[in-house]
């Protein structure tokens, strides 16, 4: 099969582009810089630099292939968040429509069947409702919930004043993601055959974020790595202080009350999945030392 793939060589795209490669397939990578044609074409795959934004550069992209990966970047410049994904996701249904593809495999997020409340997620539920509309057109959503490697973020926090923590409590729920298990969910899906527009939900693990801190610190040495509670306004202050811009300090803190509230789970848990992925958070525990310890 012909397919694209979205995301350049991030740390999915470049896993699902190396499996789907490994089984014979003709794979296209979509990049915004040129300096990562290299990069893809050492992955043995063919680079087409262009922006998500550019529906006639997609049209051109997409025309003639089987399948898509398509992903929504995450923006830190944009002055409003909802409006950047709800323009990327109008152009790809332009360029969907226009290509003639009719298989498409699209990044979600767990929380997405939410429109307000949820921080980044609620473009993402917008994305959704958007290629919905699109006809005889299969769409299978992959619903992923808190990436593992977000926890890299905290690194700073653990080795400056040895905690680590969010607005959300120790007990509170916590479902997560290895970006290699999104992958392999995404390969499996473009490699088979599917109908409608339907959704899937990936997930690694499961825990609490007292429990998750425990785990971390065992494997840098720090077992009594403490999970503390930020309020709202103490975790606004430490992004902001930390250089994430306004907008994303908003969005990241109402992502964290949705946590906090538990309501980002509840679609999660009428659709569970009937198997998690193979990365456990002890798997990722070792990663997380060996950036760590860096």
Known sequence: MKIIVTGSTGNISKPLTQTLVAAGHSVTVISSSADKVADIEALGAEAAIGSLADADFLTETFT???????????????????????????????????????????????????????????????????????????????????????????????????????????????????????AAAVAEELQQDFTGKSVRYIVSDESTPGDTASVLGEA???????????TDEQLADGLQQAGVPPEMTRNFV?????????????????????????????????????????
Do not use: C
Request: aromatic share 10%; proline share 6%; no cysteine.
């Open 254 to 294: 109402e992502m964290g009350t949705a946590v906090r509230s538990a309501k980002i789970w509840e679609d999660y848990d009428k659709h569970r999945p009937a198997a998690k992925g193979k990365v456990s958070l002890h798997d990722f525990a070792k990663e997380f030392a060996a950036v760590y310890n860096a």
């Open 64 to 182: 003639g292939a089987d399948a898509l990966y398509a992903m929504v970047p995450p923006s830190f410049t944009s002055e409003s968040l909802r409006a950047y994904q709800n323009e990327t996701g109008k152009s790809y249904a332009e360029a969907i429509r226009h290509s003639g593809i009719k298989k498409v495999v699209v990044l979600s997020s767990i929380g997405a069947h939410l429109d307000s409340g949820v921080g980044p997620i609620k473009g993402i539920h917008d994305v959704e409702g958007i290629l919905s509309e699109l006809d005889g057109i299969a769409i299978k959503f992959i619903r992923a919930p808190f990436f593992y490697i977000n926890f890299y973020s905290n690194i700073p926090l653990i080795k400056h004043q040895g905690i680590i923590g969010s607005n959300y409590p120790a007990d509170a729920r916590l479902i997560m993601v290895h970006p290699k298990d999104i």
């Open 220 to 230: 840098i040495g720090n077992p009594n790595l403490p999970w503390i509670e930020f």
